[in-house]
């Protein structure tokens, strides 16, 4: 079921996390990326849910039945925007070629102190957009995401770097959301999320890539109850040092009064589905939802 | 079930209304039940809408930096008493 990630263990031991961070840091980018052959090799042996969750997707995604070959290529995208996370968040995004696709929507609101939500996915990398946020131009961010997903590879990261793990807000109490309020006042840009449903979230069903799957309608509804405009974001990983970063601004103020709320949130739930799927199938290794998102087994 | 106060009454409605609890009535709602969770079941949005809620009838502020935020939403009756001291309409 799609709901067990929440369950997955990051695979990979802390021990061999610091031996990479340790080669990549001191050997350079271009030798710890040889590593990521054997390391694809190993995950596609092993880790056979995921590859049976890749096959799934990528069917989909491209349109015809993906090769084994398909599913090492995916792997191997995951693994090295993970390993760039480490350059990223150690400031040295100057080894990465970063290209931005309309900033500007992101950039206008901030200079006019308007608060917004910055919603993504699991589509791609978000630590390249985090980077570009507090690294280079120190924007104004906040990130609003479970705490404990992650938890080896986010300790480790953020050890690199503790403005990047300040800016988080952890959901899951009661004040978590006045929080994400208080800052979009300020005029911050909250991030978050929006493809994966947790345990006991208000899901609604859309076709997605031509079959059912389950959204969360929370990032919505918190749009809805903050008033706050929506923008897109996508930092997709082309190969080599490239990743393009795409905005697209998705809507101002949805539903004003709360008895058209319900309405507006599947709409606007709907289009966010549509411009996922259209990324992904853009660029189909980016997709990092490696569990079974359709609830196909 | 205990009878509320008056406020307690007034605070139970705005629950009521402002999270569109339909078919429920304020003496449903117990005053030292968990408003989260468990008691009434509200959500991380919920908490949202009743704060802005109760800023906009009372004028209190609940920060989510107030060292006790927590306890003021643990139940009715804490929420009550922490709009009676800082009320100022």
């Known amino acids: 079921m799609s709901l067990q990630w929440t369950a997955q263990h990051e695979r990979g031991s802390r021990a061999s996390l610091r031996l990479i961070r340790w080669i990549g840091l001191r050997l350079g980018r271009p030798v710890a990326r040889a590593f990521l052959y054997p390391i694809t090799l190993y995950f596609l042996i092993k880790a056979r849910p995921q590859r049976i969750a890749s096959r799934l997707y990528l069917n989909r995604a491209l349109g015809r039945a993906a090769s084994l070959f398909d599913v090492a290529r995916h792997i191997h995208c995951f693994a090295a925007t993970i390993l760039d996370r480490l350059f990223l968040l150690s400031g040295r995004e100057d080894l990465l070629d970063i290209r931005l696709h309309n900033p500007e929507c992101v950039l206008e609101r901030i200079d006019a102190g308007q608060g917004f939500l910055l919603l993504g996915s699991h589509l791609g990398s978000f630590e390249v957009v985090r980077a570009l946020a507090i690294g280079r131009r120190n924007l104004p961010l906040k990130v609003l995401m479970v705490p404990e997903h992650n938890q080896v590879i986010t300790e480790i990261l953020h050890a690199l770097n503790p403005q990047a793990a300040a800016t988080i807000i952890p959901l899951g109490t009661p004040e978590s959301l006045l929080q994400v309020k208080e800052s979009l006042d300020l005029g911050c840009m909250v991030a978050l999320l929006g493809d994966r449903a947790r345990t006991n979230e208000g899901t609604l069903t859309y076709h997605f890539m031509g079959r059912p799957a389950r959204l969360p309608i929370g990032p919505m509804t918190l749009a809805a109850a903050t008033r706050a405009p929506v923008v897109l974001f996508f930092g997709l990983y082309r190969g080599g040092n490239r990743y393009d970063v795409i905005f697209e601004p998705l809507t101002e103020v949805i539903a004003p009064n709360r008895g058209q709320r319900a309405q507006a949130v599947e709409r606007w739930t709907q289009r966010y589905a549509e411009r996922l799927e259209h990324h992904a199938r853009q660029a189909p290794y980016n997709w990092f939802n490696f569990y079974d998102f359709w609830d196909e087994t | 079930m205990e009878t509320l106060a008056p406020l307690e009454q007034e605070v139970a409605q705005l629950i009521i209304e ?49 060292p006790n935020v927590r306890s003021i939403f643990a139940s009715l009756r804490d929420l009550c008493a922490h709009i009676a001291a800082n009320r100022t309409h």
């Open chain 2, 18 to 66: 402002t999270l569109h609890l339909d078919g429920m009535q304020v003496s449903e709602i117990s005053p030292t039940a968990p408003l989260f969770g468990d008691g009434l079941g509200l959500d991380s949005i919920d908490a949202l809408e009743l704060s802005l809620a109760v800023t906009q009838t009372y004028g209190v502020t609940i920060s989510s930096q107030d």
